[in-house]
């Protein structure tokens, strides 16, 4: 049986990696799209071989899929959701899921009511690198986890300088786009949660007024590990990485915190340093299989909608830090779903 997906927003993110992670899957094909703007629509279909262009959600929602991948802007995806889960079809929801950790919520309980799947895109976590950093410190390679990095500043590539930068209202700024993959990452990688964070925030001259281009965000989490992670869309020549250090050893990655199953882990201990090998497979096709398989019951999709309440709640307090200068409890209120 096969998965027939419409796509909602005609967005760079799904031409670049959702279209071909569908279609890599041997149950998946993409039957229809949907942008408020009808031309543009077409033209999406015909560039991407999609067979049908629709230019309102009831038009999609009515059509033979039984999914949609929303990329729209994060202020519409609360909405398209709860529309999607009252049609019956599964949801997977790039990151931010909404604008508040409440709307997230109601999202949450709207999919368990409906009885579909909701999934977050956090595509980090479907990253060899990180698969295997998560499994080394499961494994005790580094003892007892302290304290981890993250380097996640990179420069926003023109195409994408357009409402990220200049709409607060469409939830723009660096903490939502980026610091929510930070959060969901440590916590796939240390299997720990972030219960307060201290946060600053910067505009270094990219993004507009009201608008952050760059965070520094200070985090502590349940086991008392203490985190650190930079967020950036204006350091042209920047690295990424992403690093756990703990009692009897380090783990190093390098050049991971990216879209592309790219970079290298060094586990370092008393031993010596270890290369450890991972698969390079696509990110978004093992996040789609993962939802595939969620979608016929065979478990979760590999970021839950729980998952996306954590990253985005996360969000929401290192931006009231930054506003207030003061340290913010993280309550991600999973039981109030309940």
């Not at 998952?307 to 996360?314: C, E, F, N």
Request: one cysteine or more.
């Amino acid at each position: 049986m096969s998965v027939k997906w419409g796509l909602i927003g005609s967005s760079t993110i799904a031409r670049q990696f959702m279209i071909d992670a569908i279609r890599a899957q041997p149950d998946g094909e993409i039957s229809a799209v949907m942008s408020s703007n009808p031309e543009r629509a077409m033209a999406y279909a015909m560039e991407n071989g999609i067979p049908a262009a629709v230019s309102s959600l009831d038009a999609l929602l009515g059509s033979d899929i039984d999914a949609v991948y929303i990329s729209t802007t994060n202020e519409l995806h609360f909405e398209q959701a709860l529309a999607a889960a009252r049609a019956g079809k599964h949801v997977l929801c790039e990151k931010p899921l909404a604008l508040t950790s409440d709307d997230a919520r109601k999202m949450v309980a709207a999919a368990k009511a409906a009885g579909i799947v909701l999934g977050t895109n956090h595509h980090l976590r479907n990253a060899g690198a990180h698969r295997a950093m998560r499994d080394a410190v499961a494994a005790g390679r580094i003892g007892n986890p302290i304290a981890a990095r993250v380097f996640h500043s990179v420069y926003l590539p023109e195409n994408l300088q357009g409402w990220r930068i200049t709409r607060p209202e469409a939830g723009g700024g660096v903490v939502l786009d980026i610091t929510v993959h930070d959060a969901d990452t440590l916590r796939f990688v240390l299997g720990d949660d972030p219960v307060e964070v201290s946060a600053f925030t910067q505009s270094a001259g990219m993004a507009g007024s009201g608008l952050e281009d760059g965070a520094m965000c200070l985090w502590r989490f349940k086991s008392g590990l203490i985190a650190q992670s930079h967020e950036g869309f204006t350091t042209r020549f920047a690295d990424t990485g992403f690093e756990v250090h703990g009692s009897r050893g380090s783990l190093i990655a390098r050049d991971v915190m990216t879209q592309k199953p790219a970079g290298s882990v060094l586990l370092r201990t008393a031993s010596g340093e270890e290369q450890l090998s991972f698969d390079r497979e696509d990110l978004y096709t093992r996040s789609v299989r993962g939802f595939h398989a969620a979608v016929r019951g065979e478990g979760q999709p590999p970021a839950t909608g729980e998952d996306g309440i954590w990253s985005l709640a996360s969000a929401e307090a290192a931006l009231q830090s930054a506003a207030s200068g003061k340290t913010v409890k993280i309550d991600p209120k999973l039981g109030s779903m309940n």
